[in-house]
């Protein structure tokens, strides 16, 4: 699946995390999120541990994982000290043995597993660090956007093979399989997350699940859903007008349509994160339809299908290049339905890449 994809540098990465470590002020990192193991060792097993050491990385598993370990650290090029153990603990104190300060995963770690490990530690203080390595992960490199690429052009596939069966009464749950089946008969290893069917009043709610409910002339239907290639998941969403829809049904799809194209445009290294919300949201005010778009306008993409930054009224950071993010800006009247339009686009110096490029063209005819 991945021979023809390029490589990731997972050594750089080990450097960074180091870095990252030296301005925290910690010694070692014990890395505990499955995703940030992944991330730096290519290890996709559920049980682990990572130990970033100054000089060694130490990777702790249990015998489930013994073939599957050194199979996976040996195609991601990684030098690791493999430990097979169903007791991780005493390879943590062996690898921060004599290390003054010993960073743990705040986000991640377990309170019984931080007493345990500051109780095994002697002299060594056990110091919390937040997002150490999500902050390393927001900036894509050629390898991840390959990955990230693939998947949105497999879910670009999926649709268009999908959407002729939108005007046909077919049920939210027969689209929502259709889909999934499309993406994993093109290549995809899964889905990047369940899949968003919803038509009529479900449109209405964001996180819908599919329902046996048929798709009906004079429905809006949001469509949300993604591929998932080496781990790396896409993200899209596209909404339809289903035969003959209200005036005011068409005129939500237009003002969601004109502030997605606006955050777009206004996407680039150096902008204020809030940026895109605020430009999404003003431009829906201008419909009077701000107070109906409930949600920020993007986030991050990448391992996980919401990841660092995340766009929104309390977004904090700016745009780096390299950043892979939604702009995802909807409207939601449980009377009428919702609209929600999103493309995942790389950031570049000068503005942004839109990797997901499926039509925008609302209409369906039924029969």
Same mark, same amino acid.
């Given at each position: 699946?991945?021979?023809?994809?390029?490589?990731?540098?997972?050594?750089?990465?080990?450097?960074?995390?180091?870095?990252?470590?030296?301005?925290?002020?910690?010694?070692?990192?014990?890395?505990?999120?499955?995703?940030?193991?992944?991330?730096?060792?290519?290890?996709?097993?559920?049980?682990?541990?990572?130990?970033?050491?100054?000089?060694?990385?130490?990777?702790?598993?249990?015998?489930? /994982?013994?073939?599957?370990?050194?199979?996976?650290?040996?195609?991601?090029?990684?030098?690791?000290?493999?430990?097979?153990?169903?007791?991780?603990?005493?390879?943590?104190?062996?690898?921060?043995?004599?290390?003054?300060?010993?960073?743990?995963?705040?986000?991640?770690?377990?309170?019984?597993?931080?007493?345990?490990?500051?109780?095994?530690?002697?002299?060594?203080?056990?110091?919390?660090?937040?997002?150490?390595?999500?902050?390393?992960?927001?900036?894509?490199?050629?390898?991840?956007?390959?990955?990230?690429?693939?998947?949105?052009?497999?879910?670009?596939?999926?649709?268009?093979?999908?959407?002729?069966?939108?005007?046909?009464?077919?049920?939210?749950?027969?689209?929502?399989?259709?889909?999934?089946?499309?993406?994993?008969?093109?290549?995809?290893?899964?889905?990047?997350?369940?899949? $968003?069917?919803?038509?009529?009043?479900?449109?209405?709610?964001?996180?819908?699940?599919?329902?046996?409910?048929?798709?009906?002339?004079?429905?809006?239907?949001?469509?949300?859903?993604?591929?998932?290639?080496?781990? /790396?998941?896409?993200?899209?969403?596209?909404?339809?007008?289903?035969?003959?829809?209200?005036?005011?049904?068409?005129?939500?799809?237009?003002?969601?349509?004109?502030?997605?194209?606006?955050?777009?445009?206004?996407?680039?290294?150096?902008?204020?994160?809030?940026?895109?919300?605020?430009?999404?949201?003003?431009?829906?005010?201008?419909?009077?339809?701000?107070?109906?778009?409930?949600?920020?306008?993007?986030?991050?993409?990448?391992?996980?299908?919401?990841?660092?930054?995340?766009?929104?009224?309390?977004?904090?950071?700016?745009?780096?290049?390299? /950043?892979?993010?939604?702009?995802?800006?909807?409207? /939601?009247?449980?009377?009428?339905?919702?609209?929600?339009?999103?493309?995942?686009?790389?950031?570049?110096?000068?503005?942004?890449?839109? $990797?997901?490029?499926?039509?925008?063209?609302?209409?369906?005819?039924?029969?």
């Amino acid at each position: 699946m991945t021979g023809d994809l390029a490589p990731m540098d997972r050594t750089a990465r080990l450097a960074m995390t180091r870095a990252a470590m030296a301005e925290a002020a910690v010694d070692a990192l014990v890395v505990t999120k499955p995703v940030n193991i992944r991330w730096l060792t290519g290890f996709t097993g559920s049980s682990g541990m990572a130990v970033v050491g100054p000089e060694v990385l130490t990777l702790i598993t249990d015998d489930r /994982y013994d073939v599957q370990v050194r199979q996976q650290v040996a195609d991601a090029a990684v030098e690791a000290t493999i430990a097979i153990t169903r007791n991780p603990m005493d390879p943590v104190t062996a690898a921060v043995a004599g290390l003054p300060a010993v960073g743990l995963e705040s986000d991640h770690v377990t309170w019984s597993q931080q007493r345990r490990i500051a109780g095994l530690l002697d002299a060594a203080t056990t110091d919390p660090t937040e997002g150490l390595v999500e902050t390393l992960r927001q900036v894509k490199d050629p390898g991840e956007i390959e990955r990230l690429k693939k998947a949105a052009a497999i879910a670009d596939d999926a649709l268009a093979a999908v959407r002729p069966e939108l005007g046909r009464g077919r049920t939210e749950v027969a689209i929502a399989r259709l889909l999934e089946r499309e993406m994993i008969d093109r290549g995809a290893d899964g889905l990047s997350f369940p899949t $968003i069917v919803a038509a009529g009043p479900n449109s209405a709610k964001p996180h819908a699940t599919p329902s046996d409910r048929p798709i009906e002339d004079g429905d809006m239907v949001v469509i949300d859903f993604g591929a998932a290639v080496d781990g /790396y998941g896409s993200d899209m969403t596209r909404s339809f007008l289903v035969g003959r829809v209200s005036t005011r049904q068409q005129d939500m799809f237009d003002a969601v349509i004109e502030a997605q194209a606006a955050g777009v445009a206004a996407v680039a290294a150096g902008v204020d994160e809030r940026e895109i919300d605020r430009i999404c949201r003003d431009r829906l005010a201008e419909h009077q339809l701000a107070e109906a778009f409930t949600h920020g306008a993007g986030h991050g993409i990448g391992l996980e299908i919401h990841e660092n930054p995340f766009l929104s009224t309390r977004a904090t950071g700016i745009l780096r290049s390299g /950043y892979v993010i939604t702009v995802e800006p909807g409207v /939601y009247l449980p009377e009428l339905g919702g609209v929600r339009i999103e493309d995942s686009v790389v950031v570049t110096r000068s503005g942004c890449e839109p $990797i997901t490029k499926s039509s925008k063209d609302p209409t369906i005819v039924p029969g």
